[in-house]
């Protein structure tokens, strides 16, 4: 008994340590963006640097607004939570509930194989098939642009919107259902009125993670994006926070990679406030 006592306590220790090691990494990035990216805001200004509409970095006078950035970011995930998550929610309830076995294998397959692809290779179809395909459809000079990036990152976030998805309504308890089918309710009633509301949370969840994904893509959206610092059109090429960082901090030295490091500490505070409101208001829904 004494034995299994103090096993349970060593393991008990261990998993203490590593969530203080995860809430330990978590606290040195922040602080390390903190006084890394503070020194250049502080030189060019708040104001001037949040809202300004030019990025030339690299010109005889530079300049270092990042307002198009942050609304490309904006608009990109916006619109690839719009096409998205009634995709990946549609698709997860229909896996979960309606699916036959074999369908539901099969279909769940390809999606592990999803989430398995390198975002390189999202960008390499996207810039072989996507972009050309954007041009001629809509007679632009270039086909990279924000909707080429939204609809990549559409189905990037696929993956992880449906697996959890479909864990959590796997994970509703069967007699719910059959309560309700017993009442009159027709099965996609149940489903949608029963279902789904029990699994709310598990849902809420995959969904911050497909916004998570989103906002932290790099790769694949510099390589369908043109990855050029326009204020956001739907048609033009466009530059993201994480592309910006990306694209020059290999040769960047001085103000600019300093500029480049307040960029990382703006998308690290732009993540951190999302995930903070759907935290409040998800705690909100609980509550009531």
Request: with cysteine; proline share 4%.
């Amino acid at each position: 008994m004494k034995n299994k006592k103090a096993f349970e306590n060593m393991i008990h220790g261990i998993f203490l340590m590593l969530g203080l090691i995860a809430v330990g990494c978590v606290l040195l990035i922040t602080v390390y963006l903190v006084i890394a990216g503070i020194p250049a805001i502080r030189e060019i200004g708040l104001f001037k640097f949040l809202f300004g509409k030019t990025w030339e970095s690299t010109s005889a006078n530079p300049s270092y607004g990042i307002l198009p950035f942050i609304l490309t970011s904006i608009y990109g995930t916006a619109g690839a939570i719009i096409i998205g998550v009634p995709i990946g929610f549609l698709t997860a309830v229909y896996l979960s509930k309606i699916a036959p076995q074999k369908i539901k294998a099969a279909v769940g397959t390809a999606v592990s194989l999803l989430a398995g692809i390198s975002s390189v290779v999202y960008g390499l179809v996207g810039m072989l098939v996507l972009v050309p395909g954007i041009r001629e459809i809509f007679h632009l000079a270039d086909g990279a642009s924000l909707l080429a990036a939204i609809i990549v990152l559409a189905i990037m976030i696929l993956p992880s919107i449906i697996k959890v998805s479909v864990t959590a309504l796997d994970a509703v308890p069967k007699e719910y259902e059959d309560a309700s089918l017993a009442l009159g309710a027709t099965p996609v009633e149940t489903y949608f009125k029963v279902s789904v509301p029990a699994a709310k949370s598990g849902i809420a969840a995959a969904v911050v993670l497909g916004i998570g994904r989103a906002i932290g893509e790099a790769m694949a959206v510099m390589m369908v994006s043109g990855n050029v610092a326009n204020m956001p059109g739907l048609f033009q090429s466009v530059r993201f926070l994480t592309t910006a960082v990306a694209s020059e901090m290999s040769y960047s030295s001085g103000l600019q990679r300093q500029a480049l490091f307040s960029i990382a500490l703006v998308l690290f505070l732009f993540i951190m406030l999302i995930n903070a409101t759907l935290n409040f208001f998800l705690k909100g829904k609980k509550g009531d």
